[in-house]
């Protein structure tokens, strides 16, 4: 029976995966146009109560690739919302350098191809003055010779210590706004080993980049405790039946699971084992914790552990706000994916404002003097090199209901 119910579990997955896809493809307009995301304009009344000077002239153009189809289009549908949030709070406040901004939206399609493709048509536009890369460490690496080419500001939100390499040594034009995953995932594994008290621990990881590379910070974080993991499971991006994979962590006996992940292989995952009756700890990459894997786990996501850049009950005053916006404005939870958006775009903004010129050059000169931005995720640090982003959050899922136990900070190393 309970086999049966894993099974049906994963086809019912499936479909919530695939019905959230349509939503957001049919709202697109079209797969691969370019959706300009403008300001909702304020009524009378809210203009001439505000104190702020008005924002006029030509728009500054900052293009977004995101993923707008597909499995993973949840990821573009966040994207475009926190887009609209922040182009509006920006031009009610009198714009950048008093000009309106303008978010120009290319669907990346879930792909390395798409991702390049999606780029490249925003880097050759001259009106564009920067780009923010989509959630994925893969199209992020795969974007880097293009933001090369092009030398054109770009922001990446993957958390993988190869980017964040990427952005420091090869690429001037590129930089990781986000805590990266060195920091994040030893933290995890400290906390399990010093205050959970695990002793043995199998890992299951999805075979591409990042989620390979969180697979291996996590391993020679357990090392630096003299702990092997006891099996190492991989799997390919897109499975949905994880019975087997499962048979060879409960073979194993080991007290607790590691899990390296994106949201919706995720969510499959804690599904599969919980309806099997395990009930080991679960420790998770940073999507893990994430609204979009809550809410398609549900109530079975408990007992798990994560390293998260973002939750929207964080203590972050910022984040709390932009949190609170997004549920008015669209009923939902905010996710990573808007929460980054929104810094993403915020960062951008004040690099602009900072070299007093939209010259793309200038702009990604100005954006290595930036230091100590407080975001609505965390704070960051861009002086001299690309590793931008400083902290995250140590959270606990219980019943579908993320709890913080305490806030992840590095430091910038500056070189």
């Not at 086999?3 to 797969?31: D, Y």
């Not at 205050?195 to 697979?215: F, W």
């Not at 499959?268 to 009930?279: A, N, T």
């Not at 398609?296 to 910022?318: I, Q, R």
Request: aromatic share 4%; proline share 3%.
């Amino acid at each position: 029976m309970k086999k049966m119910l894993a099974v049906t579990l994963a086809v019912l997955m499936a479909g919530i995966v695939a019905g959230c896809g349509t939503k957001t493809e049919s709202s697109a307009a079209a797969e691969t146009e370019t959706a300009a995301v403008k300001s909702e304009a304020s009524d009378t009344e809210q203009a001439q109560e505000s104190q702020e000077p008005s924002a006029s002239g030509d728009p500054i153009r900052i293009g977004l690739t995101t993923v707008l189809t597909g499995d993973r289009s949840l990821e573009g549908e966040y994207a475009s919302n926190a887009a609209k949030i922040i182009t509006e709070e920006i031009n009610t406040q009198g714009g950048v350098l008093g000009r309106p901004i303008e978010i120009v939206i290319e669907d990346a399609l879930g792909t390395d191809v798409g991702a390049v493709n999606a780029y490249r048509k925003l880097a050759s536009d001259d009106s564009i003055v920067a780009i923010v890369g989509p959630d994925s460490s893969n199209d992020g690496m795969a974007q880097s010779p293009s933001a090369l080419e092009f030398k054109i500001l770009t922001t990446a939100q993957g958390s993988s210590p190869t980017l964040k390499n990427m952005c420091n040594n090869d690429n001037p034009y590129l930089f990781q706004l986000r805590a990266c995953d060195d920091t994040l995932c030893a933290a995890l594994i400290k906390y399990s080993v010093e205050e959970l008290g695990i002793k043995s621990y199998a890992v299951m990881h999805d075979t591409e980049t990042s989620s390979a590379d969180q697979a291996r910070l996590f391993t020679e974080a357990l090392k630096s405790y003299g702990i092997e993991p006891v099996v190492t499971v991989p799997f390919t991006t897109g499975t949905k039946d994880f019975s087997s994979h499962i048979a060879q962590v409960q073979a194993s006996g080991a007290d607790a699971i590691i899990g390296a992940a994106f949201q919706t292989e995720a969510a499959i995952l804690i599904q599969q084992i919980r309806s099997l009756g395990i009930e080991a700890p679960i420790l998770g990459s940073n999507g893990f914790a994430d609204p979009v894997t809550i809410q398609l786990a549900g109530e079975l996501n408990d007992n798990v552990y994560c390293a998260s850049a973002w939750v929207p009950n964080t203590p972050n005053p910022k984040g709390a706000a932009l949190a609170e916006k997004y549920k008015e404005l669209y009923g939902d939870d905010c996710g990573k994916a808007a929460a980054q958006i929104y810094d993403h775009i915020s960062v951008i903004c004040e690099a602009i404002t900072l070299a007093g010129s939209t010259d793309r050059e200038a702009v990604r000169e100005a954006m290595n003097t930036i230091g100590d931005y407080q975001g609505a995720i965390t704070k960051y640090d861009c002086r001299t090199n690309g590793d931008c982003g400083r902290g995250g959050l140590l959270v606990k899922v219980v019943k579908g209901k993320a709890e913080i136990i305490s806030e992840i900070t590095s430091e910038k190393v500056i070189e």
